[in-house]
Each structure stands twice: as structure tokens, then as C-alpha cells.
């Protein structure tokens, strides 16, 4: 098990940018898929974006072209660069991790608590 904490949310106008950050617990985080996930008040949570070494995804309908995601394993930490935020992102976005499996899918094993988006137009 790791455990999550997503920090850097917030509000931001429409445009903007923001870089979420997610700091983890263990001693084997680079052996971890990390992936980033959002869920917009009264919707379903969505894929954003997944990376484990030598690798990236992204979704490709709302997102991809705007955000990055990068880590850096002697921090522990995942990251997830927005920019040109849109009205329709604003979500609490959620931090996860895995081992094995699919990047894009929502069986993640390990969770973060969220760090809520807005987005002023």
C-alpha cells in the first residue's frame, strides 16, 4: 500500500494554469503506475492522465494537448500540469497508484483524497 496527498488545487482564471502535485509514501514509488483522475461535481470520475516509466497516456478527448503529467521518484512525488484551463474542468482532482494494470482504467488500488479545481471564466 502507498499512501497519497494531492496539493496545489484551487482557483484560477479561465486560461490559466495550475500544477497539482501528489506526494507519496513508501520506499518503492518508482515501481508504481501513478495516474491522475477528476471527478466534476455530479459526474462520473474520468481518466486524465497515467504514466509509469517509459511511458504516458493521456486522455484524448478532454484533455490531451493541455496537461502534463511528470513525477520525479526521488521525491516521491507525481505531478500533473494544467494549462489553458477551460470552464468545463473544474473537479476535484484524484491522485492513484497501482503496480500492475491498465494505466487509463479506474481499479487503481491506492487512492489520494482530492484537491478541488475551479475555474473562473
Known amino acids: 500500500q502507498v499512501q497519497l496527498v494531492e496539493s496545489g488545487g484551487g482557483l484560477v482564471q479561465a486560461g490559466g494554469s495550475l500544477r497539482l502535485s501528489c506526494a507519496a509514501s513508501?520506499?518503492?514509488?518508482?515501481?508504481?503506475?501513478m495516474a491522475w483522475f477528476r471527478q466534476p461535481s455530479g459526474k462520473e470520475r474520468e481518466f486524465v492522465a497515467a504514466?509509469?516509466?517509459?511511458?504516458?497516456?493521456y486522455d484524448t478527448n478532454s484533455v490531451k494537448g493541455r496537461v502534463t503529467i511528470s513525477r520525479d521518484n526521488a521525491k516521491n512525488t507525481v505531478y500533473l500540469q494544467m494549462d489553458s484551463l477551460k470552464p468545463e474542468d473544474p473537479a476535484v482532482y484524484y491522485c492513484?497508484?497501482?503496480?500492475?494494470?491498465?494505466?487509463?482504467?479506474?481499479?487503481?488500488?491506492?487512492w489520494g483524497q482530492g484537491t478541488q479545481v475551479t475555474v473562473s471564466s
Open positions: 504514466m509509469r516509466t517509459g511511458t504516458s497516456t
Open positions: 492513484a497508484a497501482r503496480v500492475t494494470g491498465r494505466l487509463a482504467s479506474l481499479d487503481y488500488d491506492n
Open positions: 513508501g520506499r518503492t514509488f518508482s515501481s508504481y503506475a
